[in-house]
């Protein structure tokens, strides 16, 4: 696991880039700790921070072939890097190390831009061609590994974070104002859009190349939902044998191990599966003054299985203390508290390990999350005709707030296009009219349908529920469970694998019917079946809860002075209506209403502005 940066230009590069190169890789010195590696020449800069993971001492980089035409720096693992290495030998490639990303200049050789899809693995790379002078940039399929790109005249930059980014004297920060009214939608900023204006995500799955012809952007891979009419004995088993294999490639590493353990079914399967293998470190976080605590339950389950647990309980001014920080280390804005409870887990982890094995990813390939279940229940409002549908809908609007059946009967007479936007919809479009300055907003937005319509779109011979999947997928897992679980683990130099996104895994999944995902009065029923071998039934049926932070409670014990400076700060005036924020805070201290995501969403923006912007 490391931090790449670079920049090329085909006309050529001013004399000061190596000094520059190296200001960009010391602002992610906390992604590669151990060492560093550059290189230059008349049209192109790459940069390297390294974090040692496989063959410590000459697993440098950047990475050159046998002929030193190409040039590689690489952020990542790639699992099936020793069968690679084999083929590649036999083809009569010469290799100078045993690390992992040494195969990918090879195969580059071999196959040019192709060889991404032979990579299983977690990656974001930059690959420069001396003799042609091309530079090829790709990402993982899902998004698990960052790479954030930008122009600057006749210059393409990029870099695993934008903070890098931000350390080349030809970019300055300033505030992409057509993202915000997304992020208070989504409470992240879906991509290819950042937060800053003219810098842009690369796409999970897709790969950038620049040269003579210009730059291009193209997909590699998809995902495809085609459910198979085979029996739930099959998919049980093949689940537990996919992910058995996926485990064990992820154990692949030089340094120790462990594994994140919350109450749930994900990470206890995975730590179930890695403790046949070894003994296990496992790691836990819980929130003090919550109604809901993990600690208990993964302690159960440690001690079933036999880990060596630790975990760690954090207070709310704990929590608020480390925010700037967080923050900081987040590049963007990202709403999710969640975000906050993983870096403190990480940092407990990172006294002992330099990799984790976590949990990520499960819900979204194997149909996981409570929301699926609604296209079942609204089932019988469906079938009813159209324009009695319309009057329903209409209908629903007159209820008065807080009689039982008015959000049934509104979600039920809304088509899915229109009523789910993945899950976390934190303002709704009136909302946001309310809150948003209007000086800054006259000619309105888009609509968050703008982001999910494509997906929808391409979805719509499937189901409800693998609708809603195939749009979490997209947009949900890269654009916050991903991008959180990458940034709080770096921040404290420990690598996070995720087992659940193994592609051949994911692949088999996309082909389980919809009757096998949930089932019996369960989510992710073929995986808890599959987890049925090595867990009691009281965690794999256990309902999921996902890093449960009460930042509600906490806003009304503890926050409400730290976000009434926050909303009456000059960033709160011109962006949003600080009267508006004002009163949310006070209807929600006298639990007269409770707008805590909503609150939380804006003050995680005012505080990234106050510290990228300010």
Known sequence: ????????????????????????????????????????????????????????????????????????IFNGEIYNFRQLRRDLQANGHRFRSQTDGEVIVHLYEDCGAECVTRLRGMFAFALWDTAEKRLFLARDRFGIKPLYYTRAGEMLLFASEVKA???????????NRAALPHYLTFQYVPDPETIFEGIFRLRPAHHLTLDSRGMRIKRYWQIRFHPEPKPLSYFVGMTDQLLRESVRLHMISDVPRGAFLSSGIDSSNIVALLNRLETVNTYSVG???????????????????????????????????????IVWCQDEPVADPAAIALYFVARLAAEDVKVVLSGEGADEVFGGYEIYREPAAVAPMQVLPG?????????SGRVPAGIRGKNYLRRATTPLERRYFGNALIFTEPEKRELLNPELYSGGWEPPCSVTAPYFAKSKAHDGATRMQHLDFHTWLPGDILAKADRMTMAHSLELRVPYLDHPLVEFAATIPPRHKIARGMTKYVLRQAAANYLPEAVYRRPKLGFPVPIAGWIREHYRPYLEELFQSNAARAYFNPALLQQMLDRHCREKADYGRKLWTVAIFLLWHEIYLE
């Open 1 to 72: 696991m490391c931090g790449i940066c670079g920049f090329a230009a085909l006309k050529g590069l001013p004399g000061e880039s190596h000094a520059v190169l190296e200001e960009m890789t010391r602002a992610m010195v906390h992604r590669g700790p151990d060492d560093s590696g550059f290189f230059t020449d008349e049209r192109a800069a790459l940069g390297f921070r390294r974090l040692s993971i496989i063959d410590l001492s000459a697993g440098r980089q950047p990475i050159t072939d046998e002929n030193g035409r190409f040039y590689l």
């Open 165 to 175: 980014l931000l350390k080349h004297p030809a970019l300055r920060a300033r505030l």
């Open 287 to 325: 929130c003090a003054g919550g109604r809901y605590d993990e600690l208990p339950e993964a302690r159960e389950t440690a001690a079933f299985l036999g880990t060596r647990h630790r975990e760690v309980r954090v207070g709310a001014q704990e929590f608020w203390a480390n925010l700037p920080r």
């Open 387 to 395: 324009p009695l549908k319309s009057w329903l809908h209409s209908a």
